[in-house]
C-alpha cells in the first residue's frame, strides 16, 4: 500500500511539472476570458499526458537523482522479434505467479494512467471524439519506443493495455456525455 502512495505522490509532483507551460501557452485564452471547464480539462490532459511521460519514459535512476548516460543504450528489438512466444511466455508467466498484486499493479497501473488521456480528449477537442483512442494508442507507442533507450522494460502488452484504458476513458466520457444531456434535456 505505501509503494502505491508514493507512486500517487510522485505522480502529482510530476504532473505540476505541465502547469507553467500550460499556463504560458494558454494565457491570451486566459486574458480573454476562457472558459473555465475547457481551460481546467486541457489543464489536466497536459498534467496527465506529463505523469505518463515521467513516471514511464524517463530512466529510474533519474527518479532517484542518479542523472548519469548509463541509463540510455541502444535499443534491444530482440523482444519484438519473438513476438508469438512472447505472449504466450506473458500469459503463462500470469497464470504461475502467487503473487497476484505485480499483475494487478502491471495491468491496473496500465489501464488507470492512460484513463484521463481517453476520457478528456474528446472534450477538449471535440472534432477527435473516438479519435482520442488514436491518441492514446500514439502516445503509448511513443513511450515504449522511448524505453527502448533506456533501461525501461518496452513492451508491446503495454501498448495494448494502454490502448484499453484510453478506450475506458473514451467510453466513461460518453456516458457522463449522455447522462448530462438527459439532465440538461429533462
Known amino acids: ?26 494565457y491570451k485564452n486566459y486574458k480573454k476570458g476562457a472558459d473555465f471547464k475547457k481551460e481546467a480539462a486541457i489543464m489536466l490532459f497536459f498534467m496527465s499526458a506529463t505523469l505518463i511521460f515521467c513516471q514511464t519514459a524517463i530512466p529510474p535512476q533519474f527518479m532517484s537523482g542518479n542523472f548519469t548516460l ?28 502467487k503473487e497476484y498484486s505485480e499483475i494487478v499493479i502491471n495491468i491496473g497501473g496500465n489501464l488507470i494512467i ?26 503509448s507507442c511513443f513511450v515504449e519506443f522511448i524505453q527502448l533507450f533506456t533501461d525501461r522494460t518496452s513492451d508491446y502488452n503495454d501498448i ?17 456525455k449522455k447522462i448530462h444531456n438527459k439532465r440538461a434535456s429533462s
Open 1 to 26: 500500500m505505501k509503494a502505491i502512495f508514493d507512486y500517487i505522490i510522485s505522480s502529482f509532483l510530476f504532473s505540476l511539472i505541465a502547469v507553467p507551460f500550460v499556463i504560458l501557452f494558454r
Open 70 to 97: 548509463s541509463a540510455f543504450h541502444s535499443p534491444d528489438f530482440s523482444t519484438y522479434l519473438e513476438f508469438p512466444y512472447i505472449q504466450l511466455g506473458w500469459i503463462k508467466w500470469m497464470l504461475t505467479l
Open 114 to 139: 492512460f484513463i484521463p488521456i481517453g476520457f478528456l480528449a474528446p472534450y477538449i477537442w471535440k472534432n477527435l471524439k473516438a479519435k482520442a483512442i488514436l491518441i492514446g494508442f500514439l502516445l
Open 160 to 176: 495494448i493495455l494502454n490502448t484499453i484504458g484510453t478506450a475506458i476513458g473514451y467510453v466513461l466520457c460518453l456516458i457522463i
